[in-house]
């Protein structure tokens, strides 16, 4: 995908904006009502997590059928203050690998927190917040991960995408542009 590729508009924008406030709404509203039904503490936390990790394949997925375009559509739209702090296209091996670690983490969590909550200070009694505490910091590690990032997510749901190596560049591998 090429910054020069039209903006995403149409089914793509309206079911990108469903899946990501779904991927909000899910653990907003499902982990209050898991909680009030009085079930035990590791069902109520295993169907908490869950709850959570779905949220965060949720909003990833919203990323990937969105893409760059419809990213920049959105930011230059609705978030045209942003347009100064938006992802640059290129970033250092640092700030990816900062970036990864702040993308990986909340995933982690969702998924670690379906089999170890009740081991987790607060989780039982605080489970919104950590849910959007993860949200948050899966939306900032897009923002730190820079815009090529979003050609990777989006290409992971391209069956026929390619990855294709450039020679090394200063001890990097370099990866060519994907469909």
Not at 39 to 44: N, V, Y
């Amino acid at each position: 995908m090429t910054s020069a590729q039209p903006p995403a508009t149409g089914w793509r924008l309206k079911l990108s904006a469903a899946l990501f406030g779904l991927s909000i709404l899910l653990p907003l509203v499902g982990i209050p009502i898991v909680a009030v039904l009085g079930l035990s503490k590791t069902i109520t936390a295993s169907v908490s997590g869950g709850l959570l990790l779905t949220g965060e394949i949720l909003g990833i997925t919203a990323v990937a059928i969105i893409g760059k375009s419809g990213y920049a559509l959105i930011k230059r739209k609705i978030f045209g203050f942003l347009r100064q702090y938006g992802p640059p296209q290129k970033v250092s091996r640092r700030r990816y690998r900062i970036g990864l670690v702040m993308f990986c983490a909340p995933l982690l969590f969702g998924w670690g927190s379906i089999y170890a909550g009740a081991y987790i200070p607060g989780f039982s009694n605080n489970p919104i917040l950590y849910g959007l505490g993860g949200d948050l910091l899966l939306l900032a590690s897009l923002f730190v991960l820079g815009g090529d990032f979003w050609d990777k997510i989006h290409s992971l749901f391209i069956h026929n995408a390619e990855v294709r190596y450039l020679p090394p560049l200063n001890g990097d591998r370099k990866m060519e542009g994907m469909p």
